[in-house]
């Protein structure tokens, strides 16, 4: 409805019923979904996380940009509840997922979803149930709980969902005794963790094979993934350089440009509005993604649609690196198609009144601007992402 | 259904011999550089007496192995003039060949198995078993052939890349008839072959033909004499005397040679199994399935046994003579008469038939399930005749139901899934299970594929598909798609707040209809025809269709119009989605709407309801250079799709194939 020229009065009427139509970014979609919402209201905890990891990581680097002070005291005020919930686990408290995911999560090497997924494991070996049922019921409620923790995150949904799938697909009616189907349950979930700990490594090294000599990658968003693929490659003795974009509003884009500074890769940095300017100069573009969705799409850091659109309309290849963990059974038909991920936008000035800001922090790259995508599974055209998702839930 | 799979490898040689037979028109270059390794590879089982070699043409580049054996498998007297036509041919076409073939094989090889399901609609039919046979036998090759005279008159070689593209589809879909275990297919392509040299020959000169034919018998029996009688018996139902009557000189050569084959296996059908593969070599060469309706032979064939008295339909427009003209409304009180006198059919599928035929049930699902219905009340009454197999007479019933249905109105490709399933339910009855034991089962069959496959189908889709509704949406629709209208009453019942456009278009406005119901429910709607699509679109926030089928190249093939929609969906950046059961998919790949379609009454698009001064077309018959086309469906390429939602979820197009490679055999079996 947004956007579209409304000939009809019907329409416009149908608005004027329903005023909350017109600006639906006014409501709060987290407040309305969340059963025990998190701490900060109105920003997605998927970035809140991220933010953390960034400021863990680079504390010190992050300390001088400017820009980055109110984060840091974002972060300043994450570190409590978290640290309080550590101390819960190891007075070993009543069990609770949600603890026991924090605590994975504050690792700074671990994505979402694999902290999830550890979270999960132990959610297996705490449980007291006797059955297979209890067990696998227990193990949902977990997972419920762990998603509705954060509805906008992509990979810590799906990461649930396959853990389940993985899990619980195992035959564990071979097993007459419950507790040797239980063993093999814990040794499956961790065989999964490590699975998916490792992924990020296959990736870097499928990836950097498309890394030559000479090249000039553009980089938008921070992804540990690609970080690790321009690693391997330079640690590879391959010369190329690297454009970073911006990444407003988090700046992912300077603690990237950092990182590969430190490598001895050279690095441009670029405002996220100059991506047609350089696009004529690269040779291939990056990005990471925060969830791979059915058409094999991606949704990732606001910026990337208009990255992708540019680099395909003067064709040049777009790369995706993404774990397979990220795969989700999600068919978003347009940019208004998720749940929004809400990230407080920091303009340096007073907005002025009455002026409305677009706070989501993500986008919906469809399948037809992307070249290939890098994962775990191997290097896989968009249109394979849907094969994997049919093969790994149907 | 196992053997399905050794089958396969053997599917190419087929392809290949088909080229073989056909020799004289030289058809596509494919064929011939296919020949040599069919030649190859089938020739020493098959144990036939390979005369001399037909050299298929030397100057084709040939697949490795083939140039040694330029001796082929098949006994075609005339070597000398065969030569010199390919020669020619070739000299035309090496670039081509070289282009052509390897595409060709591989989507041979894969169509194979679609084949068997697709089957069901062309070659279903041999209601007597070899009803089946005529009328898919005029398809490939003698239209290839026909067109081939038409286009390069002496020069065989004539024919084109385009042209064997064209053809290759065509093959590909057919031959599915081959995949099915009915003999009746087998015999039937094995006609298919003969036919098509036939044709092929008749476009030279009639003396010239008559001894190539000739030729062919004489080399034929010698090398065969054996088989015939048994052959003839072995024939399904009325196999036999179909094909005495088709009584061609070629033909009954052709038979003969499977007869033993096909005696042997009938025994048991496990046996039969076994044996297939090596009469599947044999069987490949033959050209496709599909009943090619310029090929006046064959029509004239198939009218001769038709049930239903069909009239020369006027007028037709070129591109689409190869598809069954439109005859069904003048039919109609003939057949009417015929209620009573119709011993074999049963009443429940006489009925449908004429539902069919009178428009009166219409959209994939209904005809479907009437069909199922129709047929399971057929089957309650059946009993099997003394001095038969149920199993085998069951099947010839159905098929015979089948074919008189397609007299009526041609199946569509939902149609032919089901019926390939409720074959397969026959065939892997066990021999020991009593009739009326047997009977039961398939009807409780019937009723669960019903059940599971349309009726909860359409649940499960319409559970995705409201998802996708958010409120202040503005649904867009085109005709009367019935998954559609359930999701726009379930989604309003939800309490969502969207309004719905019905697109219509003449002749069958069958949009009237659902927004009649849409809009008793309380939904608020806006009617237009497809000519205000790129007005109506821009205020449209999703598309939702149904579709006839998808196939695996995820082209939506649907009513006609359909792709209009989408494209115009696609070019305002509106989401497109499909809503299709997986009952409806299917292996084939089609490109366009013009090699598989349905005619509809040219004469309801000649006339204006309630505007008796537009008259004129009154008499359009009567022009010879004005043709009317009413075609039934269209087919929409997958870029105009955003998405297709099913029982298995919402996918995009590309993922069509895995869903049909996934759950073929589970929705074959259920």
């Known amino acids: 409805m947004w956007g579209r020229s409304a000939s009809f009065l019907l329409d416009k009427r149908l608005r004027d019923q329903h005023p909350s139509l017109s600006s639906p970014s006014s409501s709060s979609p987290d407040s309305t979904m969340d059963p025990n919402p998190n701490p900060n209201h109105g920003v997605s905890a998927?970035?809140?996380?991220?933010?953390?990891?960034?400021?863990?990581?680079?504390?010190?680097?992050?300390?001088?940009?400017?820009?980055?002070?109110?984060?840091?005291?974002?972060?300043?005020?994450?570190e409590g509840p978290h640290a309080s919930a550590a101390v819960s686990l190891s007075a070993s408290k009543p069990f609770s997922v949600i603890d026991e995911f924090n605590y994975w999560r504050k690792k700074p090497d671990l994505a979402e979803a694999v902290a999830a997924i550890m979270a999960l494991a132990a959610v297996i070996r705490s449980c007291e149930a006797t059955t297979m049922m209890e067990l696998e019921i227990e193990l949902k409620k977990a997972s419920d709980m762990l998603k509705s923790w954060d509805t906008t995150s992509i990979s810590l949904s799906a990461g649930c969902d396959l853990f389940m799938r993985y899990v619980t697909?195992?035959?564990?009616?071979?097993?007459?005794?419950?507790?040797?189907?239980?063993?093999?349950?814990?040794?499956?979930?961790?065989?999964?963790?490590?699975?998916?700990?490792?992924?990020?490594?296959?990736?870097?090294?499928?990836?950097?094979?498309?890394?030559?000599?000479?090249?000039?990658?553009?980089?938008?968003?921070?992804?540990?993934?690609?970080?690790?693929?321009?690693?391997?490659?330079?640690?590879?003795?391959?010369?190329?350089?690297?454009?970073?974009?911006?990444g407003r509003p988090d700046k992912t884009g300077l603690r990237l440009s950092k990182e590969l500074a430190a490598l001895g890769v050279p690095v441009k940095l670029l405002i996220d509005s100059a991506v047609a300017y350089a696009m004529d100069e690269v040779d291939m573009v990056f990005v990471g993604a925060d969830g791979v969705v059915e058409s094999g799409g991606i949704i990732n850091m606001m910026g990337t649609y208009q990255t992708a659109l540019v680099a395909h309309s003067m064709n040049k290849p777009v790369y995706v690196a993404a774990e397979s963990y990220k795969f989700a059974r999600l068919y978003p038909l347009d940019q208004k198609d998720l749940e929004p991920a809400l990230h407080p936008i920091d303009f340096g000035v007073p907005i002025p009144s009455g002026v409305e800001v677009e706070t989501s922090a993500r986008d919906y790259t469809p399948p037809q601007y992307l070249t290939l995508l890098f994962t775990d599974l191997g290097v896989l055209t968009p249109s394979v992402v849907s094969d994997e998702l049919i093969q790994l839930y149907l | 259904m196992d053997n399905r799979r050794p089958s396969r490898t053997v599917s190419d040689p087929?392809?290949?011999?088909?080229?073989?037979?056909?020799?004289?028109?030289?058809?596509?270059?494919?064929?011939?550089?296919?020949?040599?390794?069919?030649?190859?590879?089938?020739?020493?089982?098959?144990?036939?007496?390979?005369?001399?070699?037909?050299?298929?043409?030397?100057?084709?580049?040939?697949?490795?192995?083939?140039?040694?054996?330029?001796?082929?498998?098949?006994?075609?007297?005339?070597?000398?003039?065969?030569?010199?036509?390919?020669?020619?041919?070739?000299?035309?076409?090496?670039?081509?060949?070289?282009?052509?073939?390897?595409?060709?094989?591989?989507?041979?090889?894969?169509?194979?198995?679609?084949?068997?399901?697709?089957?069901?609609?062309?070659?279903?039919?041999?209601?007597?078993?070899?009803?089946?046979?005529?009328?898919?036998?005029?398809?490939?090759?003698?239209?290839?052939?026909?067109?081939?005279?038409?286009?390069?008159?002496?020069?065989?070689?004539?024919?084109?890349?385009?042209?064997?593209?064209?053809?290759?589809?065509?093959?590909?879909?057919?031959?599915?008839?081959?995949?099915?275990?009915?003999?009746?297919?087998?015999?039937?392509?094995?006609?298919?072959?003969?036919?098509?040299?036939?044709?092929?020959?008749?476009?030279?000169?009639?003396?010239?033909?008559?001894?190539?034919?000739?030729?062919?018998?004489?080399?034929?029996a010698a090398a065969k004499e054996s088989g015939a009688g048994v052959k003839l018996s072995a024939a399904p139902g009325g196999a036999v005397p179909a094909n005495t009557k088709q009584g061609k000189v070629v033909k009954s050569p052709a038979q003969k040679k499977d007869g033993p084959q096909v005696a042997n296996p009938s025994v048991s059908s496990e046996k039969k199994v076994v044996d297939r593969p090596p009469e599947k070599d044999r069987k490949k060469d033959i050209p496709p399935p599909r009943m090619q309706f310029d090929d006046i032979h064959r029509v004239e064939k198939a009218k001769r046994r038709a049930l239903v008295y069909q009239f020369e339909a006027k007028n037709r427009v070129e591109l689409f003579r190869h598809l069954p003209q439109y005859i069904h409304g003048t039919q109609f009180p003939d057949l009417e008469t015929k209620f009573f006198q119709l011993d074999p059919m049963h009443p429940s599928v006489y009925k449908v038939g004429l539902q069919y035929l009178s428009g009166n049930i219409s959209g994939g699902n209904a005809r479907c399930i009437a069909m199922f219905l129709a047929f399971r009340e057929a089957i309650r009454d059946y009993s099997t005749p003394p001095e038969k197999a149920l199993v085998r007479d069951l099947t010839a019933k159905i098929s015979s139901y089948v074919s008189f249905l397609i007299e009526c109105r041609p199946l569509s490709i939902s149609m032919g899934n089901a019926i390939r399933f409720l074959k397969n339910r026959i065939a892997k009855l066990p021999d020991t299970m009593p009739e009326s034991e047997v009977k039961s089962s398939l009807q409780s069959d019937i009723d669960r594929f019903i059940n599971e496959k349309i009726v909860i189908a359409d649940k499960v889709i319409i559970r995705h598909a409201v998802t996708k509704i958010r409120d202040g949406d503005v649904l867009l629709t085109y005709g009367s798609p019935c998954v559609v209208e359930m999701l726009l009453v379930y989604a309003h019942e939800v309490g969502k707040q969207f309004r719905v456009v019905i697109v219509d278009s003449r002749p069958k406005l069958e949009g009237q209809a659902l927004l009649h119901r849409l809009v008793a429910k309380g939904i608020s709607c806006t009617y237009t025809h497809v000519n205000a699509i790129s007005y109506i679109m821009h205020e449209v926030t999703r598309v939702f269709l149904g579709a006839a089928s998808v196939l695996s190249n995820g082209t939506v093939y649907s009513r006609v119009g359909t792709a209009c929609v989408a494209m115009v969906a696609n070019a305002f950046q509106v989401p497109v989605l499909i809503c299709c059961e997986a009952y409806k998919f299917h292996e084939r790949v089609q490109l366009d709407s013009i090699c598989s379609n349905e005619l509809g009454d040219p004469d309801v698009i000649s006339k204006v309801p309630g505007r008796k001064d537009l008259n004129h077309l009154d008499n359009w018959a009567d022009t010879e250079n004005l043709q009317l086309l009413n075609l039934t469906y269209d087919a929409t390429p997958s870029d105009f799709v955003s998405m297709i939602i099913t029982d298995y979820g919402m996918l995009p197009p590309s993922s069509v194939p895995v869903i049909v490679r996934e759950y073929r055999r589970e929705n074959l079996w259920i």
Request: glycine share 8%; net charge positive; proline share 9%.
């Open chain 2, 14 to 220: 087929k392809v290949r011999q088909v080229g073989f037979v056909t020799p004289g028109a030289a058809p596509p270059a494919r064929y011939l550089s296919e020949v040599p390794t069919t030649a190859a590879a089938s020739s020493p089982p098959s144990g036939e007496p390979a005369p001399p070699a037909i050299s298929i043409s030397p100057v084709m580049i040939p697949p490795p192995r083939h140039s040694p054996s330029p001796s082929a498998p098949l006994a075609v007297p005339n070597p000398a003039r065969r030569e010199s036509l390919q020669i020619q041919v070739g000299g035309y076409n090496p670039p081509e060949v070289l282009l052509g073939s390897p595409p060709l094989t591989s989507p041979s090889s894969r169509m194979d198995d679609t084949v068997s399901q697709f089957s069901e609609d062309p070659s279903m039919s041999p209601c007597d078993g070899r009803s089946g046979a005529a009328k898919v036998a005029p398809s490939f090759p003698g239209s290839s052939g026909e067109m081939m005279v038409m286009k390069a008159g002496t020069v065989g070689g004539g024919s084109n890349t385009p042209k064997s593209s064209w053809t290759t589809a065509s093959v590909a879909k057919t031959r599915p008839g081959i995949q099915e275990k009915e003999r009746e297919a087998f015999v039937g392509t094995q006609n298919d072959g003969a036919g098509a040299s036939k044709t092929l020959k008749e476009k030279t000169t009639k003396a010239e033909r008559r001894a190539l034919q000739e030729a062919q018998r004489a080399a034929k």
């Open chain 1, 46 to 78: 998927y970035y809140q996380t991220r933010a953390e990891h960034h400021a863990i990581v680079s504390s010190d680097w992050l300390a001088q940009a400017q820009a980055a002070v109110d984060r840091e005291g974002d972060t300043a005020l994450m």
């Open chain 1, 169 to 246: 697909r195992t035959s564990a009616v071979e097993y007459e005794d419950f507790h040797a189907a239980k063993l093999r349950l814990i040794e499956r979930g961790e065989k999964f963790g490590e699975i998916s700990m490792k992924a990020r490594r296959t990736i870097a090294m499928l990836g950097q094979d498309f890394v030559f000599d000479g090249c000039t990658i553009l980089v938008h968003g921070f992804s540990r993934v690609v970080l690790e693929v321009l690693k391997l490659a330079a640690s590879n003795r391959k010369l190329f350089r690297i454009f970073c974009t911006e």
